[in-house]
Nanobody, 122 residues
């Protein structure tokens, strides 16, 4: 069974840090475009960070640049999202995504995790 399982979410104060993990089974993340989306309450889902399929380049949405870092570990078939200097507007459910066909991340990707909640609040 092919699946993505996220972990590492929680409640953190503004300015704090969290590291999200996404463990894959039945999917070889090193052969996919892989990334993170998030959805805040009452808002549309948005792409946060991505590793492209071929070049393994990384990119982030403007609002998280300099604060978030995406990385992957082929040995453990896991992708991470290190989030620093967190802000209340980073609150939401964070989803891990992957796809063998896409070159970079987009909404039509095949594999989605169930999500992990991140809440940034004092």
């Amino acid at each position: 069974q092919r699946q993505l399982v996220e972990s590492g979410g929680g409640l953190v104060q503004p300015g704090g840090s969290l590291r999200l993990s996404c463990a894959a089974s039945g999917i070889t993340l090193g052969e996919t475009a892989v990334g993170w989306f998030r959805q805040a309450p009452g808002k549309e889902r948005e792409m946060v960070s991505c590793i492209t399929r071929n070049e393994r380049s990384t990119y982030h949405r403007d609002s998280v640049k300099g604060r978030f870092t995406i990385s992957d570990d082929n040995a453990t078939n896991t992708v991470y999202l290190q989030m620093n200097s967190l802000k209340p507007e980073d609150t939401g459910v964070y989803y891990c995504v992957a796809d063998y066909r896409f070159v970079d991340c987009g909404f039509g990707m095949d594999f989605w995790g169930k999500g992990t909640q991140v809440t940034v609040s004092s």
